[in-house]
């Protein structure tokens, strides 16, 4: 995320008018910004939108970041309150994202239904934690800089996510379970 031009570079330049460069930031940071919306939503799509309207508020606020190095996690605070504020619209219980469903259900359906449910109850930090991980595919250094938190805190964070979720698949039959 931060190999090529610094995102305070690519901000200055956004705000000064420069299309291209807010097109990169959005191009850098759009599915890291779907798997935070993810974490919170679990549904993809309603976090696409979540994504899109966080990228439309920045658009417009992009000239009151004060600090242009701290894009990534000014705009995943900003995603994260539109998630928030999808949920609350919905005005019900998030269930979670169901797979798709396909005709005679297999033994990984189950697993999969299983881990969905074991996602679920994990705090949604740790859940942000673990999208941007492995479901995004993020290094500890770019989730740094999206959350703002130590790769430490991620480590930390990861370590105790994977333990929960273990221990809630072996509560529910899979025995197998090596996170």
Request: proline share 3%; with cysteine.
């Amino acid at each position: 995320m931060l190999e090529r031009e610094c995102d305070k570079t690519l901000v200055e330049r956004a705000v000064r008018g420069d299309g291209d460069s807010f097109t990169e930031l959005c191009r850098r940071y759009y599915s890291a910004m779907v798997a935070i919306g993810h974490a919170i939503l679990r549904d993809r799509h309603l976090a696409e939108d979540a994504a899109q309207q966080a990228f439309a508020k920045v658009a417009v606020s992009l000239p009151r970041l004060r600090q242009a190095d701290q894009f990534g996690r000014w705009v995943a605070a900003i995603c994260r309150n539109e998630a928030r504020d999808l949920a609350q619209a919905r005005r019900r219980p998030l269930p979670d994202e169901e797979p798709p469903v396909v005709e005679g259900r297999t033994d990984s359906d189950e697993s999969c239904r299983a881990v969905q449910e074991a996602l679920g109850r994990l705090p949604e930090e740790a859940r942000e934690v673990v999208f941007l991980r492995f479901y995004d595919g993020l290094s500890y250094d770019q989730i740094s800089a999206v959350l703002g938190i130590s790769e430490q805190a991620i480590n930390g964070r990861l370590r105790r996510a994977k333990k929960r979720l273990a221990q809630y698949l072996r509560r529910h039959g899979f025995d197998e379970v090596d996170l």
